[in-house]
T-cell receptor
Framework: DTGVSQDPRHKITKRGQNVTFRCDPI?????LYWYRQTLGQGPEFLTY????????KSRLLSDRFSAERPKGSFSTLEIQRTEQGDSAMYLC????????????????FGQGTRLTVV | DQQVKQNSPSLSVQEGRISILNCDYT??????FLWYKKYPAEGPTFLISISSIKDKNEDGRFTVFLNKSAKHLSLHIVPSQPGDSAVYFCAASARYNFNKFYFGSGTKLNVKP
């Protein structure tokens, strides 16, 4: 399967604990995105990488959230000191592209990591 | 401030009939639009897209129509099949930032056999 892969699929954690999620994009895709989806809502943009550079961060991404893509391949999303409001589906997506100025293109999503903070 | 809106949370259609899902947007800078389908416990799957230079795009049973003056797009599925039952999300991006997608809240389609 050469699609976007996310690990773990499910995570239950106690409030105050740190969690880290991993995303492996489609191998030839330069762009990688993190989205968050809560019940009854559509995905909300969190952050975006062009290769290893993090080019945009949403205001939704508080200081407790950090994302990395160290070698321009896989990415990690860490949440420190989790809160109950962090409970959501965290979606990773990737798309092809060679840099700024490229036209619109679809993003391919992984199956997501469902986080439950108790 | 929701820039992409799907005002119908659910839609029920008989198998073989047409399904029409609607989406409205407020940002006039949006010029690339997508529809995604999502099954429970899975990530969204890309379905079809349209850029603002077109008003219609077809792919098999799926057609997306774009009305820029009304800031409205719709997805037509003909004929509808039970396997089409899923949540459908409309998404949009702007030419100044194609990499940021704004999603609607979704419409749950139920196709009855």
């Amino acid at each position: 399967d050469t699609g976007v892969s996310q690990d773990p699929r499910h995570k239950i954690t106690k409030r105050g604990q740190n969690v880290t999620f991993r995303c492996d994009p489609i191998s030839e895709h330069n762009r990688l995105y993190w989205y968050r989806q809560t019940l009854g809502q559509g995905p909300e943009f969190l952050t975006y990488f062009q290769n290893e550079a993090q080019l945009e961060k949403s205001r939704l991404l508080s200081d407790r959230f950090s994302a990395e893509r160290p070698k321009g391949s896989f990415s990690t999303l860490e949440i420190q000191r989790t809160e109950q409001g962090d409970s959501a589906m965290y979606l990773c997506a990737s798309s092809p592209g060679t840099g700024g100025g490229a036209g619109g293109t679809e993003a391919f999503f992984g199956q997501g990591t469902r986080l439950t903070v108790v | 401030d929701q820039q992409v809106k799907q005002n119908s949370p659910s839609l029920s259609v008989q198998e073989g009939r047409i399904s029409i899902l609607n989406c409205d947007y407020t940002n006039s800078m949006f010029d690339y639009f997508l529809w995604y389908k999502k099954y429970p416990a899975e990530g969204p799957t890309f379905l079809i897209s349209i850029s603002s230079i077109k008003d219609k795009n077809e792919d098999g049973r799926f057609t997306v129509f774009l009305n820029k003056s009304a800031k409205h797009l719709s997805l037509h599925i003909v004929p509808s099949q039970p396997g089409d039952s899923a949540v459908y999300f409309c998404a949009a991006s702007a030419r100044y930032n194609f990499n940021k997608f704004y999603f609607g809240s979704g419409t749950k389609l139920n196709v009855k056999p």
